[in-house]
């Protein structure tokens, strides 16, 4: 998905959640400064282990140690911010990473030195987390932005770092995507956060939490494809 596809979606959550635009754009230009000068990754470093291949998407759900535990998976590996940690911890080093940069972010460094492409998202909450960790990246990088791409950055849609990832395989033409460690509950795709009537209190981390949550299972079924399944 491309900005022109993605926008429509990204007006209604920022709509939603209340921020502000123009924050996303400054992150942007914080982005795009940082960056600047680092190994940054072509198309073809996402294509090739993305498209046509089956590839599992990693999220930071109480279900990943578990899905984890004597499994081999065969295919491109993707994790979703917090979920790096814990694939690294068992030696097990992803192909591509996708992050805001609030996870623990020394572990995404360490996956990239070792190979790791990461794939970095500006938004109005993560500038000091930009300037301090972007920097620090020594392997290649993408930078990418939920407003409106400027300068080097792309934008393939998606929210929360889980349902990114999720955008990113499609984009490519994965030909599985198999998600491991998300956890929205029995009513997949079937909840549209923008009926909620509650204006939602950002101070109030948990509810922001379940809000992302709710957007980010809405805009995974909303891609409606059928390649994509949950891991068993």
Do not use: C
């Not at 795009?32 to 190994?39: L, N, Q, R």
């Not at 979920?83 to 992050?99: D, F, G």
């Amino acid at each position: 998905m491309d900005y022109s596809q993605w926008e429509k979606y990204y007006d209604q959550i920022m709509l939603d959640f209340g921020y502000d635009t123009e924050k996303d754009v400054e992150a942007a230009e914080v982005l795009a400064g940082v960056s600047t000068g680092k190994s940054l990754a072509t198309i073809e470093d996402l294509r090739v282990p993305l498209s046509g291949k089956h590839v599992y998407v990693f999220g930071d759900g109480p279900g990943l140690p578990d899905s984890l535990e004597g499994h081999h998976f065969e295919g491109t590996l993707v994790s979703a911010d917090g979920a790096t940690s814990a694939l690294m911890a068992r030696s097990i080093v992803p192909n591509i990473i996708v992050t805001d940069l609030d996870g623990r972010v020394e572990d995404q460094v360490a996956a990239n030195e070792k190979g790791a492409v990461v794939v970095i998202l500006a938004h109005g909450d993560n500038m000091p987390a930009l300037r301090e960790w972007v920097p620090r990246f020594a392997g290649k990088i993408v930078a990418t932005s939920q407003s409106r791409p400027i300068k080097h950055l792309l934008s393939f849609g998606g929210f929360t770092d889980g349902d990114r990832a999720v955008f990113l395989a499609d984009h490519f033409g994965a030909k599985r995507i198999t998600l491991v460690g998300f956890d929205f509950g029995s009513d997949r795709g079937r909840v549209n956060p923008a009926d909620y009537e509650e204006e939602i209190d950002l101070n109030d981390r948990d509810k922001v939490k379940m809000r992302k949550l709710t957007w980010a299972n809405v805009l995974i079924a909303m891609l409606d494809n059928p390649a994509i399944s949950f891991y068993r």
